[in-house]
């Protein structure tokens, strides 16, 4: 029971690149959600999935994308990089939306040139 | 904007001190209330929940305050392994979470 997952660990990108961050869960959550963590600010809420086939804008969703692909697994896509989207970002997972948020990934460190 | 506010520390204590961290909240609508550490470089990991009643984990105990709209942590015994920062956590639903910047806590030998 490997929990939250997220690939890659590290990424460096140039202004205007694309990516996308990967999530899988396996615990059949059925709720998902992407975070970025920023220096000197609390976690912030970008997009999150309710349940399988459905997603809503959180607090910051400009510049960013997402697909939950199936039950186990939800990804984050930036069309085009720029420094602002610099930062730690988080997935993590829940029972439901209201069940505590017990369950984050590693996290992805990106640095946007 | 929802707020959490949050002494940024840091909190220098020696081991086997008593430690209290306090947090205040502007949402009066807030319904769910938790604590969570998050080690450097790493993830967050939820501590515990925060109850009306006030509740108890081991040498953790959390108070919440609705009228004056606040949340605190009482580390008693602190260890080494207690250093991390401490966020604070308000919300209704874990889609409608508000995070604090956290609250650093050193434990010195």
């Known amino acids: 029971n490997a929990g939250v997952t997220q690939t890659p660990k590290f990424q460096v990108l140039k202004t205007g690149q694309s990516m996308t961050l990967q999530c899988a869960q396996d615990?059949?959550?059925?709720?998902m959600y992407w975070y970025r963590q920023d220096p000197g600010m609390g976690l912030r809420l970008i997009y999150y999935?309710?349940?399988?086939?459905?997603?809503d804008k959180g607090e910051v969703p400009n510049g960013y994308n997402v697909s939950r692909l199936n039950k186990r697994e939800f990804s984050l896509r930036l069309e085009s990089a720029a420094p602002s989207q610099t930062s730690v970002y988080f997935c993590?997972?829940?029972?439901?939306?209201?069940?505590?948020?017990?369950?984050f990934g590693p996290g992805t460190r990106l640095t946007v040139l | 904007r929802k707020e959490v506010e949050q002494d940024p520390g840091p909190f220098n204590v020696p081991e086997g001190a008593t430690v209290a961290f306090n947090c205040t909240y502007s949402?009066?609508?807030?319904?769910?209330f938790f604590w969570y550490r998050q080690d450097c470089r790493k993830e967050p990991k939820l501590l515990m929940s925060v109850y009306s009643s006030g509740n108890e984990d081991g040498r953790f105990t959390a108070q919440l305050n609705r009228a004056s709209q606040y949340i605190s942590l009482l580390i008693r015994d602190s260890k080494l392994s207690d250093s991390a920062t401490y966020l604070c956590?308000?919300?209704?639903?874990?889609?409608?979470?508000?995070f604090g910047k956290g609250t650093k806590l050193s434990v010195i030998p």
């Open positions: 999935s309710a349940s399988e086939g459905t997603t």
């Open positions: 615990m059949n959550h059925n709720s």
């Open positions: 993590a997972s829940s029972v439901s939306v209201a069940t505590p948020l017990e369950f």
């Open positions: 949402n009066s609508a807030s319904q769910s």
């Open positions: 956590v308000v919300g209704a639903g874990s889609y409608q979470l508000t």
